[in-house]
């Protein structure tokens, strides 16, 4: 099984920073890609940043800037660096992986999910 661990919210004033950490374990033959998506209550999911296996990747407009993701491939580990918060930040943010496990020799895509690290920004 798969599992995946986010860390890092908190509460922090308009400006300030915070960095959440995502690690991936189990029986993980590879990662396609790792990101992060927030939600925010009565709203829907919605991308945060992306990255891919081979370093590429994607931001949500709102957050370009402000917001870097990197990972560590050796340790199936994303981070997402988030500077200049503002309060329309405020949500939970999950972290997500797209997995290939290896089952009896046949390759499966799977979609794992993080349980949500709270993020909260005042004004």
């Known amino acids: 099984q798969v599992q995946l661990v986010d860390s890092g919210g908190g509460l922090v004033q308009a400006g300030g920073s915070l960095r959440l950490s995502c690690a991936a374990s189990?029986?993980?033959?590879?990662?396609?890609?790792m990101g992060w998506y927030r939600q925010a209550p009565g709203k829907q999911r919605e991308l945060v940043a992306t990255?891919?296996?081979?370093?590429?990747?994607n931001y949500a407009d709102s957050v370009k800037g402000r917001f870097t993701i990197s990972r560590d491939n050796a340790k199936n580990t994303v981070y997402l660096q988030m500077n200049g918060l503002k309060p329309e930040g405020t949500a939970v943010y999950y972290c997500?992986?797209?997995?290939?496990?290896?089952?009896?020799?046949?390759?499966?895509?799977?979609?794992?999910w993080g349980q949500g690290t709270q993020v909260t920004v005042s004004s």
């Open positions: 990255i891919t296996a081979t370093g590429s990747t």
């Open positions: 997500n992986a797209e997995v290939t496990v290896v089952i009896g020799g046949v390759a499966r895509m799977l979609d794992y």
């Open positions: 189990g029986s993980i033959f590879g990662i396609n890609a």
